[in-house]
């Protein structure tokens, strides 16, 4: 299998709802998606093609490169259609391997069942040509092999990417309920940042959106964050072009901006994570860091974007204390953020209410299962029409 040289079909996954960010990633990377659903999208490459779109993407999870598409009505028809794929091509007989997968059938009561099949496949054929067989295990750092199994329709994937590319590889310490990296860059990438103006972020937490916008401003992709990557086990591998591409990234990221980026929250601790990834992310110098009550957030007097994630209580009911943050929330955007566009990202449609300004848009998300929305306030210079009681939630 000459996967390095030969196109087929590739999915690049994403948490649902992140697609759209993703699609505008993949175009202007130059590729064309063939379709895009709310999980991903497909396009058409090689696993070279893989390598680029690994250490440039921000709102992908994994970059999966299909082997073989074919019928399977139960495990014993699996084993037969992979027991016949060339491995030893692709697989060091002196390596290891993983397998994860996506299973919806109805001989199939585990997914673990479904994975030691492949495995049995793949060692029983690596055995047979090369009379050793690979080591296997759970661990994601080597070649990863992806099963997708719905009905009798099976898909069998060489993961390239191995460990999720949803998290960016700078975050040591994680703080308190972090968002994940790639749901801050989308949820940036949403609000249609110029990256060219003041970004604002009280509240700050881990740090997360206030760094994701440092890396969108300066053009520093995840790649630069990662070493190991699942197509670097891969037999064929060329480690020339993944430093070629990864020289790239270097060559285009920039070292200055020439506007504030501000992160503040009341908790030093917080601050301090919040610092300390900036730092392994190399953005710690374009960050304004302050300790401090939302409320006493310095608001650069040029017009950009000024967004909160604050706690929403998981749609757990009202709370007496989040019901007041809220409105101070609101409070601070329309009084000090005047020009500015706001956005706040929350899980709660009842807290929502108590901001007491109605919501341009409603853009959807989820933060893991949760139904999140992030919504935007055009914080006019005059006045502004305050409405508590509409649901800015749809």
């Not at 970059?63 to 491995?87: D, G, H, I, Q």
């Not at 090369?130 to 719905?150: Q, S």
């Not at 309920?177 to 949820?187: F, I, K, R, V």
Request: charged share 25%; with cysteine.
């Amino acid at each position: 299998m000459q996967v390095f040289h030969t196109k087929n079909k590739i999915i690049i996954t994403c948490n649902k709802r992140l697609s759209p960010y993703l699609q505008a990633e993949v175009e202007a990377l130059g590729f064309t998606p063939d379709r895009v659903f709310t999980t991903g999208l497909e396009l058409t490459g090689t696993v070279t093609d893989c390598i680029k779109l690994n250490l440039n993407l921000r709102c992908a999870s994994q970059v999966l490169y299909s082997l073989k598409s074919f019928t399977a009505e139960n495990p014993a028809r699996l084993y037969k259609e992979l027991v016949e794929m060339e491995w030893e091509s692709l697989i060091d007989f002196t390596g290891y391997f993983s397998v994860t997968s996506n299973v919806d059938n109805e001989t199939i009561t585990t997914p673990l069942f479904a994975n030691l099949k492949v495995k049995d496949a793949i060692v029983d054929r690596i055995k047979e040509k090369k009379e050793i067989r690979p080591n296997t295990g759970p661990e994601l750092d080597k070649v990863v092999i992806h099963l997708y199994w719905k009905d009798d329709k099976a898909d069998i994937f060489l993961d390239t990417s191995g460990e999720t590319l949803a998290k960016h590889g700078y975050r040591k310490l994680p703080g308190k309920a972090p968002m994940l990296e790639a749901l801050a860059a989308s949820t940036i990438m949403a609000t249609d940042w110029d990256q060219k103006s003041p970004f604002v972020n009280p509240m700050c937490g881990s740090g997360t959106l206030a760094i994701e916008a440092a890396l969108l401003a300066t053009n520093k992709r995840p790649g630069l964050f990662r070493m190991n990557y699942s197509f670097m086990h891969v037999l064929g591998y060329d480690e020339e072009v993944f430093f070629t591409e990864r020289r790239l990234l270097k060559d285009q990221a920039v070292k200055t901006i020439d506007f504030e980026i501000m992160a503040t929250d009341i908790s030093a601790d917080a601050v301090d994570i919040a610092r300390k990834n900036a730092q392994t992310a190399g953005v710690d110098q374009l960050i304004t860091f302050k300790v401090c009550d939302f409320a006493e957030t310095p608001v650069p007097s040029t017009p950009g974007v000024i967004m909160f994630n604050p706690e929403y209580g998981e749609r757990m009911g009202l709370h007496t204390k989040l019901e007041a943050t809220y409105k101070r929330i609101g409070d601070f955007m329309k009084q000090e953020a005047k020009g500015y566009r706001g956005y706040i990202f929350t899980g709660n449609p009842d807290l929502a209410k108590r901001i007491g300004l109605r919501a341009s848009r409603r853009i959807e998300f989820y933060n893991g299962k949760l139904d999140c929305r992030l919504l935007e306030y055009e914080l006019y210079e005059g006045s502004r029409r305050e409405n508590p009681d509409a649901a800015p939630l749809a």
